[in-house]
């Protein structure tokens, strides 16, 4: 059973860079699952902030983030990772990981919402303040 674990959050000011982390155990992500890293601030909704395809190809990334977040995914070490640059203050909120499984490709298109992805991590807290 695919278990993911996030890691690489903190307290970073505004303009800082982070990088976070998802390990995947139990199952091998390329060629299998597209990733998903979504966010939740308090007393907002979960929203999806960056995707990437099965085999890495493909990128897909929140208006809100573009420019700043970057996906990328290390098959070797069956893990994917968010660099995220130019840090606001509304990026704070508790960042998950979460896995569709995609084995033929045909969900890269609509896989975009919270309850298209199956596993999840546990999430990991990202607070940006001066």
């Known amino acids: 059973q695919l278990q993911l674990v996030e890691s690489g959050g903190g307290l970073v000011q505004p303009g800082g860079s982070l990088r976070l982390s998802c390990a995947a155990s139990?199952?091998?992500?390329?060629?299998?699952?597209?990733i998903g890293w979504f966010r939740q601030a308090p007393g907002k909704e979960r929203e999806g902030v960056s995707f990437?395809?099965?085999?890495?190809?493909?990128?897909d990334y929140a208006d809100s983030v573009k420019g700043r977040f970057t996906i990328s995914r290390d098959n070797a070490k069956n893990t994917v990772y968010l660099q995220m640059n130019s840090l606001k203050p509304e990026d704070t909120a508790v960042y998950y990981c979460a896995a569709r499984r995609d084995p033929f490709g045909g969900y890269w298109a609509t896989a975009r919402r919270p309850a298209d992805f199956g596993s999840w991590g546990q999430g990991t807290q990202l607070t940006v303040s001066s």
């Open positions: 990437i395809s099965r085999r890495g190809k493909r990128t």
């Open positions: 139990g199952a091998t992500l390329n060629d299998n699952y597209i």
